[in-house]
């Protein structure tokens, strides 16, 4: 088991495309630091929780090892080193703690868009690139289909081109890349986002509060990412119409208001506070509308 410490270590990507939103998230959990001459390290101020810089491929490796106690990683990459590891005879040494909200991309099998495409039993006896043998492995074995699993660790999209393999099994967000390599997506065979990864077992030292601690903030950042306070005035009387357009709200607060029948109404929505939606409530009588960023909560 890891060596003890009295501070907690968190693995995120040095560049690309979970760097910035990692650490604006940890940021918004209070968390700063000062950063070293390397820029590899950065020493946590506000609380002894530290950041390593490096390449996402390496930070589960990095929690297995005991290198670092936490992570934000894609869950694809988790998954397919967990799915390694496995098919390799060990056990798991990592696993999500929470899903993060940012970087959404599905792990899709892509097809020449000449295909007509009838389902995975097409893909017998064909070879399918990918960055993903394990995940992919598993799916095969899943579907009962034996096709040979052709390892690239890039460009994959263009394997079928270059005669390579016949399909592909790849990251997809917007399909474009697909579609200007003659490609089309057929089956997703995982559904993936920024995960916080972290040991199997929980920790059993100082790290273990500070873990507590870490997680309780996130939760509460995490849950008002999205949120706004809603504020606006309206007759009594129409409330009833009102609330049925709050569907995403907490349970409003209702102040009266001094003197006449008028009430001020305060909620905090989870969903998107859009101006059709401000629209719609003004049309049912609110007055006064307003809509507050929400810069923290603890539940
Ligand atoms: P590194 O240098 O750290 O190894 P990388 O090139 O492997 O970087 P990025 O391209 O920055 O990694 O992607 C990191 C993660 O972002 C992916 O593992 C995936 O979880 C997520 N992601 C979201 N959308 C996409 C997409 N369209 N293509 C690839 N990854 C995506
Ligand atoms: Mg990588």
Known sequence: SPAARDRLRIAIQKSGRL?????????????????????????????????????????????????????????????????????????????????????????????????????????????????????????????????????????????????????????????????????????????????LAGPVDAFDDVRGELAELLLRRLDGALRIRHSKLLLFQAPRQVLPDLLPLLPDAETPTVMQLDGGDGVALQALCHGAVTWQRLEELKRAGARGLMVLPVEGMLA
């Open 19 to 195: 760097a910035e939103p990692a650490r604006a998230l940890l940021a918004s959990c209070g968390l700063s630091w000062r950063e070293s001459r390397d820029r590899l390290f950065c020493y946590g101020e506000t609380l002894p929780v530290d950041l390593l810089l490096v390449r996402d491929d390496d930070i589960p490796g990095l929690i297995a090892d005991g290198v670092c106690d936490l992570g934000v990683v894609g869950r694809n990459v988790l998954r397919e080193q967990d799915g390694e590891r496995r098919a390799g005879g060990r056990a798991s040494a990592f696993r999500e703690w929470r899903a993060l909200g940012f970087g959404g991309c599905r792990l899709a099998l892509a097809v020449p868009e000449a295909w007509d495409w009838r389902g995975p039993a097409q893909l017998a006896g064909k070879r399918i690139a990918t960055s993903y043998p394990a995940l992919l492995s598993a799916w095969l074995a899943e579907q009962g289909v034996d096709a040979q699993v052709v390892l690239l660790s890039g460009s994959v999209e263009i394997a079928p081109r270059l005669g390579q393999a016949e399909a592909i099994c790849d990251l997809v967000s917007s399909g474009a890349t697909l579609a200007a390599n003659q490609l089309k997506a057929t089956t997703t065979l995982l559904e993936s986002e920024a995960v």
